[in-house]
T-cell receptor, first 115, second 113 residues
Framework: DGGITQSPKYLFRKEGQNVTLSCEQN?????MYWYRQDPGQGLRLIYY???????QKGDIAEGYSVSREKKESFPLTVTSAQKNPTAFYLC??????????????FGSGTQLSVL | DQQVKQNSPSLSVQEGRISILNCDYT??????FLWYKKYPAEGPTFLIS?????DKNEDGRFTVFLNKSAKHLSLHIVPSQPGDSAVYFC????????????FGKGTTLSVSS
């Protein structure tokens, strides 16, 4: 069954701690994305990657880091520099930026909360 | 500066009636538009899309209309069903390499029976 998997579903972070959210896809998609959802804020782009070993900052990249060592995986690290990390994090993938193929497939999300 | 705006945070409709969700955009480079539906604590799911070369796209109960001159699109759901109750996000993208979808803030649709 092809899909995009995020783990864990719920994550708690202590002050000053880095945490990493996992995102894996077996759709053979080239592009992967991280969005953050806050109440009343919609989905805001954190980072995205169009190809392995390359990624770009989105609108709210400060306090976050990513890596794209494998096509299937795009982990997001929420660093201690992110002062307001509590949010619902969504990972997505797509076949790429070819016209007509921009449709994103989303994972089920990770709810991050600060203790 | 918001490039994709959904100015109505919520919409309430009776079952069987039409739901109209609106979306405005400011970036004239956007040429591909999508609507996503999202239930609480789940990822959004793709609903329907439209390219800028069209002004209407229909899929079952869902129709998206695009008015390029007004930079406005709308999603019509007819007839509305209680299961349609969810948050609907409008998203847009420019046909340029290296860009990503930009989402609006969403509209919460409540369909009562």
């Amino acid at each position: 069954d092809g899909g995009i998997t995020q783990s864990p579903k719920y994550l708690f972070r202590k002050e000053g701690q880095n945490v990493t959210l996992s995102c894996e896809q077996n759709l053979n998609h080239d592009a992967m994305y991280w969005y953050r959802q806050d109440p009343g804020q919609g989905l805001r782009l954190i980072y995205y990657s169009q190809i392995v070993n390359d990624f770009q900052k989105g609108d709210i990249a400060e306090g976050y880091s990513v890596s794209r060592e494998k096509k299937e995986s795009f982990p997001l690290t929420v660093t201690s520099a992110q002062k307001n990390p509590t949010a619902f994090y969504l990972c997505a993938s797509s076949m790429g930026d070819t016209p007509g193929l921009e449709k994103l497939f989303f994972g089920s999300g990770t709810q991050l909360s600060v203790l | 500066d918001q490039q994709v705006k959904q100015n109505s945070p919520s919409l309430s409709v009776q079952e069987g009636r039409i739901s109209i969700l609106n979306c405005d955009y400011t970036n004239s480079m956007f040429d591909y538009f999508l609507w996503y539906k999202k239930y609480p604590a789940e990822g959004p799911t793709f609903l329907i899309s439209i390219s800028s070369i069209k002004d209407k796209n229909e899929d079952g109960r869902f129709t998206v209309f695009l008015n390029k001159s007004a930079k406005h699109l709308s999603l019509h759901i007819v007839p509305s069903q209680p299961g349609d109750s969810a948050v609907y996000f409008c998203a847009a993208m420019a046909n340029q390499a290296g860009t990503a979808l930009i989402f609006g803030k969403g509209t919460t649709l409540s369909v009562s029976s």
